[in-house]
């Protein structure tokens, strides 16, 4: 069995969601509710609760109220039987909060990386940001190009013109460990903080497998072909509303010819490279976050 993946950013999550509920007012009670919480999203930053030691994604009804105007709210789930919205306000709304020392007004990308927030809240703040970020664009129907509404408390919007239902999407990302012997295949974009290498990736495309994904990524990005493919764990991923799905595959080819537009670099890496990228005493290379799917699937196969 792979060992727990709880410590991933986003992937623990407390709530519990109640979709039966979501055409019965579920939203209309939780605005209603004087205990219930609030995670607060203004644009596409969250605005936590400061604490002692970091800070909360859930705000109370008076917190919460402090913000006047908001774009739009949706039932979330309930936490321990309390009902929790999900409120998107304006990017400016955010700058309301910035000095204020009760709050802190953090990307959501960094509240991981610094451990802000207990884990099980990281769940809760992916979820509503990629819902609210869904909300935010597509305030009109695809189908007819009228103004569509916010339904089913905020899990799909409807058009009143040509009768269209909407529901949220998730983008489906193979992400992979290719692995050769005892050599793995990481690659490096231009973007990523020196020396750092990671899994390879890319969007699961219309009528393709998973498997077929990560073949066709792994060959277009770095030129090795892969035979077998095993999946291993997933992670959701909300910039915007991505769901990582980790895989294992086996390249069947060594030599690599990689996509210049796409990757600065692309290697193979020795056990001896990775456990020294993992342990941050590598001169020369680093692993990714720990907060990754990349990493948990570096440090699977290192077990193995
Ligand atoms: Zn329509």
């Not at 992400?175 to 005892?182: A, F, N, S």
């Not at 393709?208 to 030129?223: K, N, P, T, Y």
């Not at 990714?288 to 440090?299: K, Q, V």
Request: glycine share 6%; hydrophobic share 40%; net charge negative.
């Amino acid at each position: 069995m792979p060992a727990s993946t709880d410590n991933l950013g986003f992937i623990s999550n407390v709530l519990s969601r109640h979709s039966a509920e979501r055409d019965h007012g579920a939203l209309e009670r939780a605005v209603a509710d004087p205990n219930a919480l609030t995670v607060l999203i203004a644009g596409d930053i969250p605005v936590l609760r400061a604490r002692c030691e970091g800070a909360t994604a859930f705000l109370s009804a008076s917190e919460a109220a402090r913000f006047t105007a908001h774009e739009e709210q949706v039932f979330l789930v309930t936490r321990n039987g309390t009902a929790v919205l999900g409120t998107l306000a304006p990017a400016e709304a955010a700058e309301a909060f910035k000095d204020d020392p009760d709050f802190r007004v953090v990307d959501l990308r960094s509240v991981a990386v610094q451990g802000l927030v207990p884990g099980d809240e990281l769940g809760a703040l992916a979820m509503a940001k990629s819902l609210l970020f869904w909300h935010q664009r597509h305030r009109f129907c695809p189908n007819c190009g009228a103004p569509t509404a916010l339904s089913a408390a905020g899990f799909r919007r409807d058009c009143a013109s040509c009768k269209a239902q909407h529901f949220p999407r998730t983008d489906p990302v193979a992400i992979m460990l290719v692995t050769r012997g005892d050599k793995c295949l990481l690659g490096r974009q231009a973007r990523f903080v020196t020396g750092s290498y990671s899994a390879l990736a890319g969007f699961i495309e219309p009528g393709e497998s998973i498997e077929d994904a990560v073949r066709r990524e792994v060959f277009e990005e770095s030129g090795v072909r892969i035979g077998y493919v095993r999946y291993l764990a997933s992670q959701p991923w909300p910039f915007p509303s991505s769901i990582m799905i980790g895989c294992v595959g086996e390249a069947i080819s060594e030599e690599i010819d990689f996509d210049k537009d796409e990757l600065e670099d692309a290697r193979w890496f020795s056990k001896d490279d990775v456990r020294r990228m993992l342990e941050g005493t590598h001169e020369d290379f680093a692993a990714p976050s720990p907060i990754a799917i990349a990493n948990h699937l570096i440090r699977e196969w290192m077990k193995t």
